[in-house]
Every structure is written in structure tokens, then in C-alpha cells.
């Protein structure tokens, strides 16, 4: 899903996808000095200053997509500083993205998930023909299907005779034919003959002179390619009319060829010399399928790959993506349930926290999701029942006070780490302020306050690199959880010992 934030000096898009953020090459974004972020958030304004100094132009453009921890964090990064509101974010249809998220399933009741799983088995032939379009795919795995520079990288390589794909200038004639049926108006000035008839063994191709994504320059013909790459950014600032006039005095007495590339061959601001091109027309000439055929070995799987992920991803398969939908809306609670508990290294780590829980006396396991395990003692069950039939929409069991157990990925350092805390979650009135307000009271300063979910105490458990292996973190968790939770639990229960409800007394 894309999303857009259009404000005063910023115009930026997000991709949300499988919960993961980027930031799309080619957004806008604020580039003040001193921008205002809170103190808390330290590594984020490292991070503002890192993508302003060696990703944006001299424009305020992002050079190529970054990656994000949330949403939140886009918002501060776009923004150049703290912004609770993320409604601004947006879908193109101009809805907030925040009221299109789906409540959370795991709030069911066990009978309920079990019956969604049920529902989707019955129909589990349906999942067949999906299965086949998810192989290992390298593109995936790099994570740069929609990387814009990645693609530009790709098309270069083809593009150049003398690289090491075997094609020599096969592909290079062929896209250049392609394109020239498509502009034939345009490129009149090209001879039709020349155009089907060269060679090109002496080419040069370069990336990124002067900002142009892909410059080709055969020197004996006299004849110059300049291909400006589009997959989800869009033109800025009279880009082309800048390359154009830097060619021209470049390269006066060549013939030119100029040529804006998108995913469906969207017409450009300088469509007179400009021809439109696209990757679904690479894919209906069979540009890529011709050189499939000549090519084997490591090359042709490269190929499949790329051809593979230009049909699904950037064009878009109409008949995969209605397939899809089909089957989402059909059994959408069953498939949420899947990707929740879908396992990997967090999915483990919550699996032995929960293990580890259920060997400490005193406590008890309460209602948890995949990054979160909860649990309670008899001090906060306590508190709980004073607030009974306040609680609104946070656990099954109505709780509004719990300790955390949460595992939080630091992309930065490429580390998980594991916090434990005491959250006071939200109610259907300000009654949870009065448990806020007698933390404060008692001296202490809370972590974080939000209006839904508010912080009080925070202490560090654990953090270990990504590629650890699980058995090293399961140590450190046999190490340390017991007493960190005994110390935490005794320090939230000396605080809230006299504590009792005003409004109830």
C-alpha cells in the first residue's frame, strides 16, 4: 500500500508492506536546521541528519528509498521532527491510513481463531496457484523489488554490450526498437533504417552523470539514449528540462533519443521530446523473455527473477492480484491469525518468555501478541478489578494495568531487544489518569504518556544482534528474566500499595 503526506514543504509517499516502511525515492521532505525532536528519540534525529546529509539533493529529495521502523517514525523523518498525528498519513483515495487497520484478531476467543483456521482449510486448494508465484526470488530477498535505483542498476547492465550477461548489445537493440515504435512522432528525426540496422559494440553507459539515471553515448554514430526511471516517484522541479539542456550543449551535434520510463508509460512534462515508455511494454514485447531464451546458467535464473517480479510487483499481475483479494476477504481473520503467529526469531523468543513465565511463582500470563507477552501479579489484579468494565479494546480479559514483556528490532544497530514495563492501556473514560497521576505523584517520572497506552516504568532485559543464535539468547533470558521481573514487580507494588480507586471510595 502506498500512502502520501502532503504539507507545507513536504510531499511524501510511503510504502507499507508486510509490516515493513519505506520512504519512496523522490519524496520531499523537510530539511530545516534544528528540527525538534524529543530527547528520547536521540537515534531518530541521528538518523534525520544521516538521510538529509547523504540522501536528498540539493532539492529536499530523497535519492532512493529508506527504510523505517513505523509509521510514526516516517512521519518524523518526512516532518524533520516529532508528530503524534498520523492521520496525515494518507491513501490515494485521501483516507487516513490509521482508519484503515483491522482490529486485532488475537482479541478473539480461542474457538473463534479455531473455526477461521478450519474455514481456510476446507478451502486450502484455493492456495495453490499463489504457492507457485512464491518461490525464492533474489530480487525478495534483497528486499529491492521497488527500489528505484536497484532497477535503474538492472536496466544499465543490460543495457551495456560489455557486460558480463553474454547478450552483448541484443537487449540495447531491442529496447531501443521498442521504444522508437512507441514515439515514432517523437524520434522522426531518426532514421528508420539506422534505428533496425545498428550495431552498437562500442557503447559507453553511465549512471547517475549529472543526476540522469541512464546516459548511453555511442561516439562513432554520434548518437546518444538518456532513459529518466520512474517506478513511484514522480517528476520534480523541471528535472528533464535540466538534463535536456546539459545534453544538448553536451552532446550538440548527436542524435538523441530521450526517454521517460514508468510502470504504465505515463506521459512526461516534456512530452514533445520526451517518448513514454514503460516496464509493462518491456514485458508485452517480450524483451526479457527473448533473452531468457538466450541466456542459461546463472544469468537466466537472474532473468526469471527479474521478469517474475516486474509482472507481480511493478506492472502488476491483474489475474494474481484478484486472486488474492478473493481469497483474503474470504478467509481474512484465518490469514491475519497466520501472519501473527507466523514463525521466525521473535515468534521463538515469545514462545520461551511464555515458558519462562509460566515457572515464576507469583505471576500469571495474560492476553499476548506476537512482539508482547503480558502478564500480572496480585497487586495489578487488584488495581483491575476496581476498574472493571472500563477497559477499551486492549485484552481479552479487561485488564487496564499489565507488565510487558516486549521485543523491539533496533534497525539501526540491526539488534532485538528486550524491555520489560508496566502499561497502563486505554478505558472508555479518563479513569486510567487517575493510575498515572499516582505514579507521578509518588515521585516517579513516567516513560512514555500517550492518550491510549502510557508507560510507567522501563527496564532493559536483554539485546542481542539479529543473527544470534536463538540458543544464545535463550541463555541470556535464563540469566536475567527472573530477577529483573522480581526486582520490577516489587518496585511497582511498593508504589502502589495504598492505591485505591477516588472515584470508587
Known amino acids: 500500500m502506498l500512502l502520501y503526506l502532503k504539507r507545507s ?73 516529532n508528530s503524534p ?149 514522480s517528476e520534480h522541479n523541471d528535472q528533464l528540462v535540466k538534463y535536456r539542456q546539459f545534453i544538448d550543449n553536451k552532446y550538440s551535434n548527436y542524435r538523441k533519443m530521450y526517454v521517460f520510463l514508468t510502470k504504465k508509460g505515463e506521459e512526461s512534462s516534456d512530452s514533445k521530446i520526451w517518448g513514454s515508455y514503460s516496464y509493462e511494454k518491456i514485458l508485452l514485447d517480450g524483451l526479457l523473455e527473448d533473452c531468457i531464451k538466450k541466456t542459461n546458467n546463472k544469468v537466466k535464473d537472474f532473468l526469471i527473477d527479474y521478469h517474475l517480479i516486474l509482472r507481480r510487483d511493478i506492472v502488476g499481475d491483474e489475474r494474481l492480484e484478484k486472486m488474492c483479494r478473493q481469497i483474503y476477504n474470504k478467509h481474512k481473520k484465518a490469514l491475519d491469525l497466520i501472519y501473527e503467529y507466523k514463525p521466525d526469531i521473535v515468534m521463538e523468543i515469545t514462545s520461551y518468555l511464555k515458558e519462562k513465565i509460566n515457572n515464576i511463582r507469583g505471576i500469571e500470563k495474560n492476553h499476548s501478541v506476537k512482539m508482547i507477552t503480558r502478564f500480572t501479579d496480585n497487586k495489578l489484579r487488584e488495581i483491575n478489578k476496581m476498574y472493571e468494565g472500563l477497559s477499551k479494546n486492549w485484552v481479552t480479559d479487561g485488564s487496564v494495568i499489565l507488565y510487558e514483556l516486549k521485543i523491539v528490532y533496533d534497525q539501526k544497530n540491526d539488534e532485538y531487544k528486550l524491555n520489560l514495563s508496566t502499561v497502563v492501556g486505554p478505558t472508555i473514560d479518563n479513569s486510567r489518569d487517575e493510575i498515572i497521576n499516582f505514579y ?66
Request: aromatic fraction near 10%; avoid cysteine.
Open 440 to 505: 507521578i505523584n509518588d515521585g516517579h517520572k513516567v516513560h512514555a504518556k500517550g492518550d491510549k497506552w502510557t508507560t510507567l516504568k522501563t527496564v532493559g532485559i536483554l539485546s542481542s544482534k539479529s543473527n544470534h543464535e536463538i540458543e544464545s539468547i535463550k541463555e541470556k533470558i535464563d540469566n536475567e528474566l527472573e530477577k529483573i521481573i522480581k526486582n520490577h514487580i516489587n518496585d511497582i507494588n511498593n508504589i502502589f500499595k495504598d492505591f485505591k480507586r477516588k472515584s470508587s471510595s
Open 85 to 233: 498525528d498520523n492521520k496525515i498519513w494518507k491513501t490515494d483515495k485521501g483516507i487516513p491510513y490509521v482508519f484503515t487497520l483491522n482490529s486485532d484478531v488475537t482479541l478473539d476467543s480461542e474457538h473463534d481463531q479455531e473455526k477461521y483456521l478450519i474455514e481456510l482449510l476446507k478451502d486450502i486448494d484455493s492456495l495453490v496457484d499463489i504457492e507457485s508465484e512464491s518461490e525464492f526470488n533474489i530480487f525478495e530477498t534483497l528486499s529491492i523489488v521497488r527500489a528505484e535505483i536497484r532497477h535503474s542498476n538492472v536496466l544499465a547492465w543490460l543495457l551495456n554490450p560489455n557486460e558480463t550477461h553474454g547478450l552483448n548489445s541484443y537487449f540495447l537493440k531491442k529496447f531501443i526498437q521498442s521504444v522508437y515504435v512507441d514515439n515514432e512522432e517523437i524520434y522522426k528525426h531518426l532514421n528508420y533504417e539506422e534505428v533496425f540496422l545498428w550495431e552498437y559494440p562500442d557503447v559507453y553507459v553511465y549512471r547517475e552523470n549529472m543526476s540522469i539515471d541512464i546516459l548511453i553515448v555511442d561516439e562513432s554514430k554520434q548518437f546518444v539514449l538518456v532513459i529518466e526511471n520512474k517506478i513511484d516517484s
Open 9 to 81: 514543504e513536504v510531499d511524501a509517499r510511503l510504502e507499507v508492506n508486510n509490516n515493513k516502511y519505506f520512504l519512496k525515492s523522490g519524496s520531499k521532505i523537510r530539511v530545516k536546521n534544528q528540527p525538534n525532536f524529543e530527547r528520547q528519540r536521540k537515534n531518530w534525529y541521528e538518523k534525520w541528519q544521516e538521510i538529509v546529509k547523504n540522501k536528498v539533493n540539493s532539492e529536499g529529495l530523497l535519492s532512493e528509498d529508506v527504510e523505517v521502523s513505523s509509521i510514526t517514525e516516517a512521519t518524523t523523518m518526512v516532518l524533520g521532527g
